[in-house]
């Protein structure tokens, strides 16, 4: 038997920490489902957890919005949508089921078919955070008209926690496409490139597009009619469709290997790189997962002279696991910072030392 998901609004606990922690001037760590908790630098604070605070607040699918509190499990909100013939269609991943829409909307990780659909910010529409004054506050709303919260919302998107607490989320959603079909050839990672970009050209109905050893995969997504010609123009034989799920999730025997993982985010048509170590390429040749030995600053080093950046995906194994920002743009993340959270409460450091 299923057991029914858990509704319950746990703000008050959660606003009443944070002022405690204000009145201390102790740093707080935001925990939710802690499924991303090696992506960034070790935060040194008291846990807070948000994983109480949970269940879906509203849902209209006729609206095509969703609105749950930041500890509600992405598998239930996934689950719900589902049901409904809908989806969050940048895909974002749940690593193990662990990940929280709370956890999803800071780290702002999207799934393969981010490049065709859009990213975890295209979907955000609103939220309430508590902020660095102990506050909390709603920005945006279930509709797009909403401009300055809407603004600050998609702010939040990716900013790890370090920003404040995020304790609930409205995010547009779509219907499920008509048809759907995933297929594979065999091709090397630079014909693979060349296809990719004409098919690009060609305005087929894309929606996913990974290389590795030796083979391109490929989903198509749309109409039908429109499926099934892009179908015959492809060619390739079947793919299982599970394998974007194992994609997202992080369970191809690619991902097995112990070397560390780095996340490169690259122009579309950049060419292969000469570095040491595997590559799997994902969203059509601009996310690049590699493993390898490799130094962070030659990977880097490489990714910013293709016009890129480089992220450690691999706990711990660099002090600075997000490419150093520029003395403007650091500049920038401090005042934002002292404008959201002045006494540096939520998960100082997270992303860059000193914020």
Known sequence: MHSEPVSLD?????????GQALARGTPLSIRGGNSKGFLGRPVRGTPIDTSSHRGIVSYDPTELVITAR?????????AALDAAGQMLPCEPPGFNSAATVGGTMASGIAGPRRPWAGSVRDFVLGCRVITGRGK???????????VAGYDVSRLLVGSLGCLGLITEVSLKVLPKPRASASFTL???ADEALR??????RAVLPVSAACHVGGRLHVRLEGGTGSVTSAVDRIGGSELNPHYWNDLREHRLAFFADPRPLWRLSLPNATPLFDLPGDALLDWGGAQRWLKSDASPDTIRQT????????????????????????????????QLKQQLDPCGL?????????L
């Open 136 to 146: 909390h506050l709603r920005f945006g709303g279930e509709v797009m008209k909403n």
């Open 346 to 354: 939520f998960n100082p450091g997270r992303m860059y030392a000193g």
């Open 70 to 78: 930041a500890g509600t499990p992405l598998i239930e909100l996934n």
């Open 303 to 334: 990714a910013c002279a293709a016009g890129g950046h480089a992220v450690c995906f691999s706990l711990r194994i660099d002090s600075e696991p997000f490419t150093p920002l520029s003395p403007a743009l650091l500049r920038f993340h401090q």
């Open 186 to 188: 065999e091709l090397s």
């Open 10 to 18: 746990d703000s008050e606990r959660l606003v009443a920490e944070v």
């Open 195 to 200: 296809e990719l970009s004409a098919w690009r």
